[in-house]
C-alpha cells in the first residue's frame, strides 16, 4: 500500500513539475513576443486608380498591374510568418491580401475582416474624377493639383487630414461623405482591434490592408510625430512596432519589392 502512495505522489509531484513548466514556457513565450510587428500595405492599383476616378466606399478590381504588384510583395514577404492578416470588404484589399499571403513559405493565417480599414468614404463624390473633388480645395487653400500631386503634401501640411476629409464632407453635394471624426472613430476601434487579437494569440508579425487615405489617418492617430503626410503609393509597405503600449513608425511607404 506505501508502494501505491509513494507512486501517486511521484506521479502527482511530475505533473505538477511539468506544469510549472508550461506555465514558464508561456511565460517566456509571452515575454519573448511582447513587441508585435504590423506590416500597413496599401491595396494593388486598381481600374479607378488608373481612370483617375475617386474611389472610397466604392469599388474597382486589381488592374494587371495591381494584380502584379501584389504578387511580387508576397514574394518579398514570403519569409516573414503573419499570425494575423486584415483587410476590409473592399475587393481591393481583400485580394490584395489573399495575393500576398498566396505566396507565403509559411501556414498563413485567417483573412478577418474590420470596416475600421475601408478607405474614406467620399459620398457624391465616389466614381467622379479626382478633379472634381480635389481642385477646390487645393485652390482654396492657394496650391496646385497636377498629375503627380506635387502639392498634396503641403496641402497635408497646411489643413491636415482632418481639413481635407471635412472640406470634402461639406463640399459633398449629396452630404454623405464622412467627416473626419467619423473616419478617425472606425479607424481607431480597427487599431484597438488588431491590439486586442494580437495579444490574445501572442502575435508578432500582422498584416493589414488597407487604403491610401485610411492608412495615413491611422499613422496620424498613433504616431502623430513620426507621419508626416507622405504620399502612398499602391502595394507601398509601412511598418509600425507595437510595445510597452506605444506604437512607433519604422519604415514609410516601402516600394523596394514591387521596383523592376
Given at each position: 500500500m506505501k508502494k501505491v502512495f509513494l507512486g501517486l505522489f511521484v506521479g502527482l509531484l511530475g505533473l505538477s513539475l511539468t506544469a510549472c513548466g508550461s506555465e514558464?514556457?508561456?511565460?517566456?513565450?509571452?515575454?519573448?513576443?511582447?513587441?508585435?510587428?504590423?506590416?500597413?500595405?496599401r491595396h494593388g492599383k486598381t481600374f479607378f486608380n488608373t481612370t483617375d476616378q475617386v474611389q472610397g466606399f466604392a469599388d474597382s478590381p486589381l488592374t494587371d498591374v495591381g494584380i502584379s504588384q501584389a504578387e511580387k510583395l508576397g514574394e518579398g514577404l514570403k519569409d516573414i510568418k503573419f499570425d494575423l492578416a486584415y483587410s476590409s470588404e473592399l475587393g481591393r484589399q481583400r485580394n490584395t491580401a489573399k495575393l500576398i499571403l498566396s505566396k507565403s513559405e509559411h501556414k498563413t493565417p485567417e483573412l478577418l475582416e474590420h470596416d475600421g480599414f475601408k478607405e474614406w468614404n467620399y459620398g457624391g463624390y465616389e466614381g467622379k474624377?479626382?478633379?472634381?473633388?480635389?481642385?477646390?480645395?487645393?485652390?482654396?487653400?492657394?496650391?496646385?493639383?497636377?498629375?503627380?500631386?506635387?502639392?498634396?503634401?503641403?496641402?497635408?501640411?497646411?489643413?491636415?487630414?482632418?481639413?481635407?476629409?471635412?472640406?470634402?464632407?461639406?463640399?459633398?453635394?449629396?452630404?454623405?461623405?464622412?467627416?473626419?471624426?467619423?473616419?478617425?472613430?472606425?479607424?481607431?476601434?480597427?487599431?484597438?482591434?488588431?491590439?486586442?487579437?494580437?495579444k490574445k494569440k501572442n502575435a508578432e508579425n500582422v498584416m493589414i490592408v488597407s487604403s491610401g487615405s485610411m492608412i495615413p489617418t491611422i499613422l496620424e492617430l498613433i504616431v502623430p510625430e513620426e507621419y508626416q503626410g507622405e504620399v502612398l503609393d499602391n502595394c507601398s509597405v509601412t511598418i509600425l512596432k507595437y510595445k510597452d503600449n506605444k506604437y512607433s513608425l519604422d519604415v514609410i511607404g516601402d516600394t523596394q519589392y514591387i521596383e523592376e
Open positions: 514558464n514556457n508561456k511565460s517566456e513565450a509571452k515575454e519573448k513576443n511582447d513587441e508585435v510587428t504590423i506590416y500597413l500595405i474624377t479626382n478633379g472634381e473633388m480635389w481642385e477646390p480645395i487645393f485652390e482654396k487653400n492657394g496650391l496646385k493639383l497636377d498629375e503627380n500631386w506635387s502639392d498634396y503634401e503641403k496641402l497635408v501640411e497646411k489643413i491636415g487630414d482632418a481639413g481635407i476629409a471635412n472640406a470634402i464632407a461639406e463640399n459633398d453635394p449629396l452630404k454623405a461623405a464622412e467627416t473626419y471624426d467619423e473616419i478617425t472613430t472606425r479607424g481607431q476601434a480597427a487599431m484597438d482591434q488588431v491590439i486586442k487579437d494580437a
